[in-house]
């Protein structure tokens, strides 16, 4: 299995943005996923997640209210839709699968065993 991530770019701070994460194979329905993000160097830090179905997502105290984690589990795309960005969102934002499933909004990295290759994400002051 593996994920692509795209829909990155440079945008200003107040703009908007959407990521997706295109998974091949046909067991994205069963995975838990998440959006992670990483700058220079610092760790991945968790951004979102979602339930294999859907139906609960999580969010970073940070990313609350102006980020909204979805999926299409026909499409076996995962997507970030990105809001009111600053300029502290910069980072390259990673898509990650848990095929486990069995518990949704995991926050740490070692959590999940897929990972796609990131897209760099700008926010201009």
């Known amino acids: 299995v593996q994920l692509q991530a795209y829909g990155g770019g440079l945008v200003q701070a107040g703009g908007f943005l959407r990521l997706s994460c295109v998974a091949s194979?046909?067991?994205?329905?069963?995975?838990?996923m998440a959006w992670f993000r990483q700058t220079p160097g610092k760790g991945r830090e968790f951004v979102a997640g979602?339930?294999?179905?859907?139906?609960?997502?999580y969010y970073a105290d940070s990313v609350k209210d102006r980020f909204t984690i979805s999926r299409d589990n026909a499409k076996n795309t995962l997507y970030l839709q990105m809001n009111s960005l600053k300029p502290e969102d910069t980072a390259v934002y990673y898509c990650a699968g848990d095929t486990s499933g069995i518990v949704a909004g995991l926050r740490q990295t070692y959590e999940y065993d897929l990972w796609g290759q990131g897209t760099q994400v700008t926010v201009s002051s």
């Open positions: 194979g046909d067991s994205f329905s069963s995975y838990a």
């Open positions: 979602i339930s294999w179905s859907g139906g609960r997502a």
